[in-house]
């Protein structure tokens, strides 16, 4: 009798302190990891908030207010018990040392279904000492810097308002996702820096790039195998290299890219407008069902590119044909005015 008494009291107590410390760090749904001990470096916060988010069977919601704080590299997988937003107020800074990093992202999201990254913030990737001693305009297979932001395996998507900034790599990169949208979205680094493609999309169906603002130093938006009905609308690009499809045919057993569908963007002060790109003598492939239309370039060096003999560097034999197929091809009412020399 006296023992069961103990043991419910000890249930009761501990039932007690679970409460407490979720009512602690949440309040209607909102985790906001400043509540998790997040001040400087938010690091642990933030993974905690996510836990407890993750694991909500309501729709919930990871807060990071307005503020400057430091991140290093996360990893915020799913899948959640319910859809989840991450809302990002704050400018949240990455390590400016590249060594800091294991892997290939700064912030990697994993198999979420119903995923939000939203808010008035800055991912400010800091890459301006990592470009510095960077060999990738020189060697593709320079050493892999960390890209912003990662989008692993995410389905019904969206991303609206944030801002990436100064990626040590490419800003941000999509692989196998299905049903993701960015939308107001913004990437901002300098004409300079190298290899910081704005979003590199792979091995993904149904994404949507819409009323967005991209100016990096490389491929504003680039596709790459296994890309299949992306849709690019309201996008404006420049400074970089461009839309580009590709490059296609460098690996074995690429995946076919098919129904890119770009319209109403404008390209300004860019190396390349709108460009396809396939290397000659290596592999197999396919690209068809691609779309231009309505396009706006100012001073743009070469406006409308199909290259099937990219060979950057010299890495490439020039002896046959690429043996990539590129099919169903439309530009559509392209107009503006390009510039023959300088700049890119
Ligand atoms: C795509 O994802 C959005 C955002 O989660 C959702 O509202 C929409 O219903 C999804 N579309 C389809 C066809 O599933
Ligand atoms: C075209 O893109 C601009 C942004 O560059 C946007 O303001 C406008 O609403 C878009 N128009 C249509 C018809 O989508």
């Known amino acids: 009798m006296g023992l069961k008494v103990v043991s419910l009291v000890i249930i009761s107590f501990s039932l007690l302190l679970l409460l407490a410390s979720t009512a602690k760090a949440q309040s209607n749904g909102v985790f906001d990891v400043t509540k998790y001990g997040g001040k400087e470096d938010i690091t642990e916060a933030l993974n905690n908030a996510w836990k407890d988010a993750c694991a909500s069977t309501n729709p919930s919601k990871v807060l990071i207010p307005s503020g400057t704080y430091s991140l290093r590299q996360v990893t915020l997988v799913g899948p959640c018990k319910a859809a989840i937003e991450l809302q990002v107020d704050g400018i949240l ?69 944030i801002t990436t900034r100064d990626s040590k790599n490419f800003h941000v990169n999509v692989l196998g996702c299905k049903n993701l949208t960015f939308q107001h979205f913004t990437v901002t680094a300098p004409r300079e820096s190298i290899n910081t493609d704005g979003i590199h999309i792979g091995q ?135 510039r023959n020399s300088g700049c890119c």
């Open 93 to 161: 800074k990455a390590p400016v040392n590249p060594d800091q990093f294991s892997g290939g992202s700064w912030v990697d999201f994993r198999h979420v279904d119903q995923l939000t990254l939203s808010g008035s913030g800055t991912f400010d990737g800091q890459g301006n000492v990592a470009w510095s001693k960077s060999t990738c305009n020189k060697d593709k297979n320079c050493e892999g810097l960390p890209m912003n932001i990662r989008f692993d395996f995410i389905t019904n998507g969206l991303v609206r308002d």
């Open 204 to 338: 993904s169906t149904g994404i949507y790039i819409i009323g967005s603002n991209i100016g990096t130093g490389d491929d504003c938006i680039s596709v790459g195998d296994g890309t299949e009905e992306l849709h690019v609308t309201g996008v404006t690009c420049g400074p970089g290299h461009g839309i580009s499809v590709g490059s296609l045919g460098r690996y074995p057993n690429e995946k076919p890219v098919s129904g890119i569908f770009v319209k109403n963007c404008t390209i300004s002060n860019t190396a390349n407008g709108v460009r396809i790109k396939s290397w000659p003598d290596l592999y197999g492939g396919a690209a068809s069902n691609m779309h231009f239309e309505d396009i706006v370039m100012n001073n743009v060096q070469n406006p409308v590119v199909v290259d099937q003999e990219y060979c950057p560097w010299n890495q490439c034999s020039l002896k046959s044909p690429s043996k990539v197929k590129i099919s169903d091809v439309s530009f559509k009412n392209i107009k503006g005015n390009f």
